[in-house]
């Protein structure tokens, strides 16, 4: 794919090479390009549902598999209404204040398909904190908590490190945190350390389930009822996963200074080469670790581990070596596998190891790419504004501390932005009685106490999931 995009294009052709139609031309690509991103992202959606579903008890089914649909839901209204607004709208470098309900959209920086790629984003945030608190939240509290992480707390982060005017965005025209702005790519971050921390207050706050740990504080193993399904999801997940990082760079096709139509191609074929090597780096990782410590070689923990390699990859996925994205996996698994022991003697309890996953995995993802990131890569994605040659990379490449330091303040800024604002919300929600569900019920199920059924069918013939809705009323 060597050479300009006009040569590419007109070559043995009879197109006329103005200016209008190349831009046009253009145009429309990069418009398909985002447009089938934001579908391989949305099925990432499908890949969190099948995940949820076998991660939990059979009982529980129909709920988590209700909550992943409601959370694209409410995220399409929600986003649309206010998040895409804070996000992406004129600020003073906090909070976007303009685009309420795509109003102005779409326009010279921004078409309907991009928002379609920043809500199937916004919606995975939603998905990812909802694994930390399945099995024992009150249907009402995902509503609500969905709608404000979605539509509110998401979006500031967002905007802060994606958006031209964020306080803390590589793409600002000046003033740039410690000379560079925080590099997160994909949302690590963003996307990752969001739900992840949103998460961890949510169980925090509801506390373990019943069961998970017995009179003595130690750990009741409550595996989830479909390894299958765990299967199916982490496969979906990997394929949208692709979308996720390699979709991030919004245009297939550029204009440069000199006003020549060059290609991402290179760019979008390394990114999806270091989310492939971290991913699966990570994968044996876990394998060989988990064997060496418990004596087996467990599918589930591995399926974790490639998750986790994923997530940790997002952020400097563009930015980074191949070879550096092998280091990226190599790390991200013990640190998946070091913070779910941590949380085993803490007695936190999270079905999903969505906290320690997203969360733990996001925070090194970012570090990552403070330390990896090569010169020539960062010039090339971000390219350097008022005249620079270059811009600050990697410490261990010989960049010096001012990247490592823009991502630092990353991390302390997204945990604490949602320290505070989802803490307040669920402890709000559990001091009125609205977060969790009651001893019985939990017991019962939330299929059957909650949602009016179970999600299989068990009962002998004749007997209907209607009679043991009944039964269960009846006690």
Known sequence: MGGTFESLLMSGSSINGTVDSMTAIQDAINAVYLLFSAYLVFSMQLGFAMLCAGSVRAKNTM???????????????????????????????FIGHSFFALTGVPNDTYDYSYYLYQWAFAIAVA?????????????????????VLTGFVYPISSHWFWSSYGWASPDRDNGLLFGS???DFAGSGVVHVVGGVAGL???????????????????????????????????????????????????????????VVEGNWSGVGRTAVTTTLAGSMAALTTLFGKRLLSGHWNALDVCNGLLGGFVAITSGCSVVDPWAAIVCGFVAAWVLIGFNALALRLRFDDPLEAAQLHGGCGVWGVIFTGLFAAENHMVEVYPPANGDTTRPFGLLMGGGWRLLGAQVVEVLAIVGWVTVTMGPLFYALHKMDLLRIGREEETAGMDISSHGGFAYDHSLPGEGSSRRYLDYLQK
């Open 181 to 183: 702005g925080a590099i």
């Open 201 to 259: 207050c949510g169980a925090l706050i509801e506390g373990a389930r019943v069961g998970r740990f017995d009179a003595f504080g130690k750990p009741v193993a409550m595996r989830g009822h479909n390894a299958t399904l765990v299967v199916l999801g982490t496969f979906l997940l990997w394929f949208g996963w692709y979308g996720f990082n390699a979709g991030s760079f919004i245009q297939i096709l550029t204009t440069s200074t000199g006003g």
């Open 127 to 147: 998905g990812i904190t909802s694994g930390s608190i399945a099995e024992r939240t009150q249907f009402g509290a995902y509503l609500t908590y969905s709608c």
């Open 63 to 93: 709920n988590i598999m209700l909550t992943n649909v409601i959370d694209a839901a409410i995220g399409g209204v929600f986003y649309y209404l206010f998040g895409f607004a804070f996000a992406f709208g004129t600020s003073g470098g």
